[in-house]
């Protein structure tokens, strides 16, 4: 090794411990380490191989890669909304573990293993071992396939992977979400990867998830709000046919409920945008049905409550409103109707939230769903009023106007009542556990 004046000495045995003690060092603060050295070749002619022994050392660098201050945050935040974060990378197992504990990812209770142990283990030994893994070092390719291919086909979990190397390509195809790095990221990365992270940080691979599953919520509210109108409309139509011999709802009329319910009802529900709560529940299984027992109980609510009030008004609906006249029959199918929507509209505002009882929280967040309960509202009253030559409908009193508006809005309070029954949720999506078979480990930032 060189001195401090620049003469090479001989590097002795305490010398040399320092010198490991120092990397190791390095390694426990989360530094990568650099060991320069240099050797003087006699005979540079021709091609030679790179030698492997007999160097000088010159000095040993310890790099640091400062974590980013979203890390931990968005670790925590993933780990809150059941998102095991497991790191798989090259470096030095005590760097790799300094890393993983600094953000939160490695436990008191996690498993820190090297990539040429894993690849060592037995089918047996790897569905102990997995489970509790939460940091691999030293991994290779092959050791970052064969992990993603066992959290799929053994723990039937659902596994996004992040990386932006050449070496991460195998993994990132393999894993249901592939997410590169579009700065750091190569191509071949980006060409397997079914994401890219443009700014390559975590907190976004976190907007990803809240993102994802803001859609798929939004989804479930549409077929929730779709399903009462298609069973309410078909009911009511269906029994009124059989015991009258006519519908109280016309083709136009139908026409106009299946566009508020296909893309109005879409429109409005669609774009909710994703609120922080959505990432302080469970994630959803693969095999979990989008239309969970919850949803059932507030179609079915919803739907006999609508039904039984427009059954009532079919066949009593002249003697309870005090109709009379020529027109009384008319009257009386536009009053259904008119009830009908407004039924809908109340409706699309309780699929807003199916547990909760509060539907009408952040909706003056959403313009777009304010605009289309405008809209559908004021298309209805120029239906009603101005186009009974289309639409076959008469204008209503202003009575019959609120006693809708209040039959209508009835449906809210329905809703608490259907919201305070319990239904099993054992294998509903919001309690499904999380690793398919084994217990999640405490883990976080908190825990570290």
């Known amino acids: 090794m060189l001195t401090a004046d620049g003469k090479a000495v001989p590097l002795s045995e305490k010398k040399r411990q320092k010198i490991t003690d120092v990397i190791d060092g390095f390694s426990c603060e989360a530094l990568r380490t650099l060991c320069l050295a240099f050797k003087d070749m006699e005979n540079t002619s021709g091609a030679i191989s790179v030698p492997d022994n007999n160097y000088t050392l010159i000095a040993v660098v310890g790099i640091k890669d400062p974590i980013r201050p979203e890390v931990k945050e968005a670790v925590k935040t993933c780990l809150d909304a059941g998102i095991t974060v497991r790191m798989v990378t090259g470096d030095n197992i005590n760097t790799a573990k300094a890393i993983a504990t600094e953000c939160g990812i490695l436990t008191d209770y996690g498993l820190v293993i090297e990539g040429a142990d894993f690849r060592c283990k037995s089918p047996q030994e790897l569905e102990e071992i997995i489970p509790k893994l939460q940091v691999m070092a030293r991994s290779s390719p092959s050791d970052k396939h064969k992990f993603v291919t066992q959290l799929r086909s053994v723990f039937n979990e659902v596994v996004a992977v992040t990386g932006d ?10 894993a249901d979400i592939g997410l590169a790095m579009g700065i750091a990221g190569t191509e071949v990365a980006k060409e397997s990867a079914d994401v890219i992270v443009m700014d390559d940080s975590f907190k976004t691979i976190v907007n990803v998830a809240r993102w994802g599953r803001s859609v798929y919520i939004n989804i479930q509210k549409f077929v929730q709000f779709q399903l009462t109108v298609n069973v309410a409309a078909l009911m009511i139509n269906f029994i009124s046919a059989c015991i009258n011999g006519d519908e109280p709802l016309t083709t136009v009329q139908l026409l106009w409920v ?14 909710e945008p994703p609120h922080d709560g959505l990432m302080k529940r469970p994630p959803i299984g693969r095999d979990v049905s989008i239309i969970t027992k919850t949803m059932w109980r507030n179609i079915i609510g919803q739907s006999i409550y609508q039904i039984s009030v427009l059954v009532i008004l079919q066949f009593d609906g002249k003697h309870l409103l005090k109709l009379s006249g020529s027109d009384d029959t008319k009257t009386l199918n536009t009053f259904i109707f008119n009830t009908f929507v407004f039924c809908q509209v109340f409706n699309e505002i309780n699929s807003r939230d ?10 003056f967040s959403s313009w777009v769903f304010l605009t289309v309960m ?8 120029v239906i009603v009023e101005f186009l009974g030559t289309y639409a076959n409908t008469v204008p209503l009193r202003w009575e019959l106007w609120l006693a809708s508006v209040v039959i209508g809005a ?15 949720t054992n294998k509903d999506d919001s309690t499904v556990k999380h ?10 930032p908190d825990m570290a």
């Open 165 to 174: 190397g050449t070496n991460d390509a195998p993994a990132l195809a393999e």
């Open 258 to 271: 299946n566009l508020i319910m296909d893309t109005l009802g879409a429109l409005a529900l669609a774009t």
């Open 354 to 363: 199916m547990e909760k009882i509060n539907v009408f929280k952040g909706i």
């Open 374 to 381: 405008f809209s559908t509202v004021t298309f209805q009253i």
């Open 410 to 424: 009835a449906s809210l309070v329905i809703a608490v009542i259907l919201k305070c029954i319990p239904v099993e």
């Open 435 to 444: 690793h398919d078979g084994y217990e999640p480990l405490p883990s976080g």
